[in-house]
């Protein structure tokens, strides 16, 4: 496969692998959320914390996702086989 085949295939497994994670972290965030902390809150005021989940498991997948990303990249070298994404559109520089 080329570059712009493997970075193809990279974004769609990363997408991926960013879903996946913010469910997990979805799930794993609202199911503590009810053991732990709506019990002692006042029904009026316990549907306030599914939003507050939701928006912690976006910046928790967010974290992870970008710690992956960089423990990727270190390990396997990701411009040898990856085309860049945003490619600069003024020449080089010359000394």
């Known amino acids: 496969m080329n570059k712009k085949a493997n970075t193809i295939v990279f974004m ?3 997408t991926l692998f960013n879903v996946i994670i913010t469910v997990a972290c979805f799930v794993l965030l609202l199911v503590l959320y009810g053991r732990l902390l709506a019990p002692l809150l006042p029904q009026e005021t316990a549907a306030i914390g599914l939003p507050i989940v ?3 498991a976006i910046v928790l997948s967010f974290v992870i996702y970008r710690y992956a990303l960089k423990l990727f990249t270190k390990r396997f070298e990701a411009e040898k086989y990856f085309d860049p994404l945003i490619k600069s559109r003024r020449p080089p520089k010359r000394d």
Request: aromatic residues 16%; proline residues 0%.
């Open 54 to 56: 939701f928006i912690a």
């Open 12 to 14: 769609l497994v990363a």
